[in-house]
């Protein structure tokens, strides 16, 4: 991935779009990482995954739901509460 910084970016933007048709471009300012610039169809792409992810994350819950794999949330809190006091001691 090629880096450029932000002034260089803002310069020759219509350069950058281009890059980005390629591959992604990584943009810096002030020397630490801020965005990268990708295509239409990369981003598309990658937003397509991330839901994909998030359906079978959530798929994964309903699945622990129907077959009982489920904690009180009040049990997980208190559990969590004497966990931090007895490390505390």
């Known amino acids: 991935m090629e880096i450029c910084n932000a002034s260089d970016a803002k310069r020759e933007f219509g350069e950058m779009l281009l890059k980005a048709q390629k591959e992604p471009v990584g943009i810096n300012k002030n020397g630490k990482p801020v965005a990268v ?7 598309q792409e ?4 991330k839901e994909q992810w998030l359906k079978s994350e959530l798929q ?6 129907h077959a009982g794999r489920i ?3 009040q049990d997980v ?3 969590q509460r004497k966990r931090i006091t007895n490390a505390a001691l």
């Open 71 to 73: 904690k009180d949330g």
């Open 37 to 43: 610039m990708v295509s239409a169809s990369e981003y």
């Open 60 to 65: 994964k819950g309903l699945d622990d739901l």
């Open 77 to 79: 809190i208190d559990r």
């Open 46 to 49: 990658l937003q397509f995954l």
